[in-house]
């Protein structure tokens, strides 16, 4: 029931923002379309999968694509929200786990991952040296900790 009532909000609030970003000009890029961005998939560690449930995130994300078409949208945006994208399965689904302590580890071992990922369009596409700087350090940084996450993950995942 829990997992129902979350995935379920999780979804409203996800169609939302959708709805909200076609109202304000922007639109979603489904992740399986359209950037000439890396499509790889965030990956949580198999403990945090596994910690998680059984749940199929996969057709959840089917369904989401569906919302978030970006057609007609620069090539930017499509990067930045294809990049975005690749993040909320994983941590939705890392947020199905009940010890705080692993659904805190696991869900920002995503969340570090999407920052990469958008960081990684910044230096492909943006034109601002600070602002390239920036995500080059951003990368560094998150990248460190996933490291760290991931080896706190396999020291204590059960």
Not at 9 to 26: K, R
Not at 94 to 121: K, S
């Amino acid at each position: 029931m829990r997992k129902t009532l979350i995935l379920s909000a999780a979804l409203t609030t996800l169609a939302f923002g959708a709805a909200t970003a076609q109202e304000s000009g922007s639109s979603m890029q489904n992740h399986s379309g359209g950037s000439s961005m890396s499509q790889e998939q965030v990956q949580l560690p198999e403990a945090c999968t596994k910690a998680a449930g059984s749940m199929d995130m996969s057709s959840m994300s089917g369904a989401m694509g569906g919302m978030m078409s970006g057609e007609g949208k620069s090539e930017v945006v499509k990067a930045n929200m294809d990049a975005m994208m690749k993040m909320h399965m994983p941590m939705m689904q890392a947020m199905m786990i009940e010890d705080p302590d692993l659904a805190f580890n696991c869900g920002m071992i995503a969340h570090h991952q999407g920052a990469i990922a958008m960081a990684e369009v910044e230096l492909k596409m943006g034109k601002d040296e600070e602002s390239k700087k920036m995500a080059q350090k951003i990368i560094d940084d998150q990248k460190k900790e996933i490291e760290e996450m991931t080896a706190w993950v396999s020291e204590h995942a059960g």
